[in-house]
């Protein structure tokens, strides 16, 4: 069945810098486009990033724009994201999700989360 795990979450200084993983396996990985989200306590979950199946095209939050960074390694069916600058309020669990689209259906899976927390 389909798992997509991430890892790399922590424990950070306002400021400081995490590398997200989040590694995909049983499905073929270059069909689809990745993103990340986040979901910080008593808050919804949101889009974070996006990038297109083979990483042509990248879309952001307004709230990371210049600050967070996605992308992916087909041959590795794994999709990072590079958070730079990190301020207290991008706390949150982040998620990986796959996300296909065909004519009869569509694909959508998530990982487990992982925290990242931003604290002094």
């Known amino acids: 069945q389909v798992q997509l795990v991430e890892s790399g979450g922590g424990l950070v200084q306002p400021g400081g810098s995490l590398r997200l993983s989040c590694a995909a396996s049983?499905?073929?990985?270059?069909?689809?486009?990745m993103n990340w989200y986040r979901q910080a306590p008593g808050k919804e979950r949101e889009f974070v990033a996006a990038?297109?199946?083979?990483?042509?095209?990248?879309n952001y939050a307004d709230s990371v724009k210049g600050r967070f960074t996605i992308s992916r390694d087909n041959a590795k069916s794994t999709v990072y994201l590079q958070m730079n600058s990190l301020k207290p309020e991008d706390t949150a669990v982040y998620y990986c999700?796959?996300?296909?689209?065909?004519?009869?259906?569509?694909?959508?899976?998530w990982g487990q989360g992982t925290q990242v927390t931003v604290s002094s």
């Open positions: 049983g499905l073929t990985f270059s069909n689809y486009a």
């Open positions: 990038i297109s199946s083979y990483g042509s095209s990248t």
């Open positions: 999700n796959a996300r296909r689209s065909t004519s009869f259906r569509e694909y959508d899976f």
